[in-house]
């Protein structure tokens, strides 16, 4: 199978052994992969796949057609549609996934939309729900609303009757987000639009003084992404006094059985609203698998409403 | 009534009117009262009593006997046992308290013990199990063992099982704090001692890089205690790949319902635990009303194991 592979910093294609389903794991016909975050970093060396997953192959999702399955596998049968976050790997025509960490694609979307989904709409429903514990009525603040995280906390937000606001650098991406459900703002003076029960840290740490300013009362910050910087000053008398929680996140590390309960819990809870229409998945550009090396480029780029995805054939 | 009253930053002892149980309150005659933390910054007029309580008559606990009830008052009959936590005034000669915020004294227990239980056992109690979720088998920090709310906390992580260390300046507390149950360290170098599931902070944030250090995965840090110092760098890539929690906690500003279920949850969980032997409410230092300003440099001098109290005559 061919596969996009990194060498030494650089993104090609290469061709690789296709990989064989292992007991209660499926070998799926990758149709569609999202980019994320974290093929930038991996594709630096600063973020190395986790043991068990491909080291030069990224892709941290996938969408695809059942095309064998393992020892002991039955969640699915041969041809079926199915999604999921994948260790790594992803980026690739062929790849071997637990069955337990695959969801079936939902009807209403297209392989581009299924392969952009998983990673997330998995990060922003953990954050804002199972971590943040975000309810009706409450206000969120997402910050750095354009990307893949961002539009899909916006639109889990209104789903759930929450009021989101979002902070989007480029005027031009703004309207798009008020569509999504976000009232939209600029970044500079965020914290005058508080307060917020919930912000979500796409961005970094020198958000932290004026997320902690902009919070509300008994109010939760909920870090998973830290691009524009890791360190920044807290101050721990202002935590005290709204009786306010700092979560740091990630998906990657967690063990095979919490991947399992994230894709039950999306099962459950929001792909069916993708079949009555209350969620999209927008998707800013696509490019195919021989063009790999150009939708990292895209991605790095930024300035983009939603995912980048790599279109892959036969 | 007499009453510590606050005048200029002075402790001073004043008559005052006796307050009259309102709606649903109980007139307690107050026979111990703990001094904490809050006291002090009070005093220097930088914490404000919440509005309804006494803004000149500081104390934020008391124990006493009931003196008379308010209209509707029905938990408690005249002449019962009862101890609580106060908005302020507690240090009087009588309080009145709404009956939902009182708890009964455990019989083992004399009046100066009562009177310095509520506030750091409540306060240890919530930080711990409500806030961090502290469970049997997990490893708990305390930084700053050796006084009130670190004494409360020691007990109560050996009474559900869970492993405590405790940091202790003094080297003469120390075994004290080792027979309450945690094994004692030295501030200096505590972080190599980890890693800890929970750490109960009630230094500051001069212990905040290390804290995060010495955090274990999905470990918990609850802030509560902010004496040396309040602004902290925090990193925020360690917090994300730890998927640790910070969480900031007082709770003098909050609700009366609130409280009360903080107080429910104190008569649950805890105070049989003093009957049976488990807990204790160490006592430093006892002072008579009258030397009530002796007392306070007392509390400010540290270096002292558990409570500093108050006791009140007719």
């Known amino acids: 199978m061919r596969a996009v592979t990194i060498r030494d910093e650089r993104i090609v294609i290469e061709e690789h052994t296709d990989p064989e389903p292992g007991a209660g794991e499926v070998q799926v016909r990758v149709r569609a992969a999202g980019l994320n975050g974290a093929d930038m970093h991996q594709r630096l060396g600063r973020y190395p796949a986790p043991r068990g997953s491909p080291q030069d192959i990224p892709g941290l999702e ?42 079936p694609v939902p009807r209403a979307l297209g392989w581009l939309e299924a392969g952009g989904l998983p990673e997330v709409f998995t990060t922003a ?7 943040a514990g975000l309810r009706s009525g409450e206000r969120l603040l997402v910050q750095g609303g354009a990307g893949g995280v961002g539009t899909a906390a916006i639109q889990l937000a209104r789903a759930v009757g929450a009021r989101a606001s979002a902070t989007v650098r480029s005027a031009e991406l703004r309207p798009r987000v008020q569509e999504l459900g976000a009232h939209p703002i600029s970044p500079d003076g965020f914290a005058a639009h508080g307060p917020f029960d919930v912000i979500l840290e796409l961005v ?3 958000n932290l003084p004026g997320n902690l300013e902009a919070l509300a009362t008994m109010g939760r910050i909920v870090v998973i992404g830290i691009g524009a910087g890791a360190k920044g000053e807290l101050n721990l008398g202002v935590l005290m006094a709204k009786r306010a929680r700092l979560f740091g996140s990630t998906l990657r590390p967690r063990p095979l059985e919490e991947k399992a309960l994230t894709a039950r819990a999306l099962e459950r809870s929001v792909l069916p609203l993708f079949d009555s229409g209350n969620l999209e998945v927008p998707v800013a550009a696509a490019f195919p698998l021989d063009r790999a090396a150009e939708a990292y480029e895209r991605f790095a780029a930024g300035n983009k409403l939603g995912k980048i995805v790599l279109e892959i054939g036969d």
């Open 62 to 103: 996938l969408a695809g057609e059942v095309a064998a399955l393992g020892p002991g596998a039955e969640r699915f049968r041969e041809g079926d549609r199915v999604m999921g976050i994948v260790g790594g790997g992803g980026q690739a025509q062929l790849a071997a996934v637990h069955e337990r960490q695959l969801m």
């Open 125 to 131: 429903y953990d954050a804002l729900f199972t971590q």
């Open 204 to 206: 970094g740490a020198p």
